[in-house]
């Protein structure tokens, strides 16, 4: 007599679906109250046709524009299965991301290790810790995805591995994400399709979810992906051997090309050398009052850059991604710049001038990345 067949299997593993429930409500919770962020019109120079935007991501609960990620790469995981009551979330992480997944694993009851680069910058860790993370170092950044997949293991815990699933985790065909907040906010100004959307690239969610967004509303942006020194992503768009050594600028730029960059999306990719992020870092603060952090300050040189080539009038949008405060001991340092061989002068007369006369003259004696 043949066995009878198995007609009803249940799930060895299913996490516990009243804690789900909960756990996403209060994501969606803490998505309500956080609302949107704020959009800058920068008070470009009389005369100059173009406008230029800056997107807050700073005013975020966790200070950043991971905050976003960070939300969206938990509920993926937890409508996944693959975190559930007391589950170790790990992730590898420059700082941001971190700093923003400890707070979701805080709100949440859930413990949480990153594993960083040693370099990270001691207020970042800080950070991380304050909202109840526990940090572990790695000397050599591209150990650290390794480094949490392993640390996942052994705790029986959960990788979120942000460079693999940014991409995937975030809706980018709307749900107030960023590129639907800053198409809406546009709305009622002179020029609502902005000609160029400039941003860095860290995981590459960021780009992958503005870039698939504009082709799904059939808008005519292009997306501008800037990239610092060390970085792998531009490199490797340009048919170049990838491999790099990583960058200095937090939170973007990679020594691999991350799984979450979509290059298919990007229209067009910019260097910029880390000490023109540290001129238009301190440019925003300096002219415009707006204490931003060095990858802000890669945003707006590749941004006033594209604006100088515009032949008519028409909009420029960028991001702010953090402040200031952040590289106290760092970035906004004069005698850590100046100890990283960084000379900034010579970039902030470039963009003296480009804000002023709309003109884009970079010497060809200056560093290019």
């Keep these: 007599m043949s066995a009878e067949p198995i007609w009803d299997v249940r ?15 209060r994501l969606r919770a803490d998505a309500r109250r956080s609302a949107d962020t704020h ?142 907040s800053i198409f809406e906010q546009l709305a009622d100004e002179p020029h609502p399709v902005p000609e160029w959307i400039v941003v860095g ?17 059939g808008h005519a942006t292009r997306l501008a992906v800037v990239d610092p020194e060390g970085s792998a992503f531009l490199p490797s768009y340009a048919g170049r051997d990838a491999e790099s050594p990583g960058s200095r600028i937090e939170g973007i730029g990679r020594p691999r090309v991350e799984p979450s960059f ?22 925003l603060s300096g002219r415009l009052g707006i204490p931003a952090g060095p990858s802000t300050g890669t945003n707006l040189y590749g941004a006033l850059r594209l604006a100088c080539e515009m032949r008519g009038p028409g909009s420029v949008v960028t991001l702010m991604c953090d402040r200031s405060e952040r590289y106290d001991a760092t970035f906004d340092d004069d005698a850590w710049v100046r100890g990283q061989g960084l000379d900034f002068e010579p970039y902030l007369e470039v963009l003296d001038k480009a804000w002023s006369t709309r003109t884009w003259t970079v010497s060809r004696d200056l560093p290019r990345p």
């Excluded at 299913?14 to 409500?25: I, L, M, P, S």
């Excluded at 923003?100 to 859930?110: K, M, Q, V």
């Excluded at 979509?262 to 440019?283: K, T, Y």
């Design 262 to 283: 979509v290059p298919r999306v990007v229209d067009r990719m910019l260097g910029v050398p880390d000490a023109a992020s540290v001129a238009a870092m301190r440019f």
């Design 201 to 217: 690239a860290g995981t590459g969610g960021t780009s992958a979810t503005i870039g698939r967004f504009i082709r799904y509303r």
């Design 11 to 25: 799930a060895a593993r299913a996490v516990d679906r009243q804690w789900v429930n909960g756990a996403v409500e």
């Design 39 to 180: 959009l800058l019109r920068l008070p470009t120079p009389p005369g100059l046709p173009v406008e230029l935007y800056l997107k807050d991501e700073s005013t975020h609960p966790t200070g950043s524009l991971k905050h976003r990620l960070a939300r969206s790469l938990f509920l993926y995981a937890i409508c996944n299965g693959d975190i559930g009551p007391g589950t170790t979330v790990v992730e590898a992480s420059s700082g941001s991301t971190a700093v923003s997944e400890a707070y979701f694993a805080r709100l949440l009851g859930l413990p949480f290790v990153a594993v960083m680069a040693r370099s990270t910058s001691r207020e970042k860790i800080a950070l991380i810790e304050r909202e109840g993370g526990i940090c572990e170092f790695v000397d050599d950044p591209g150990e650290v995805y390794a480094a949490a997949r392993g640390l996942a293991a052994r705790t029986g815990g959960h990788y979120l591995d942000q460079f693999t699933n940014a991409e995937r985790a975030t809706d980018w065909r709307g749900n107030n994400n960023i590129a639907e």
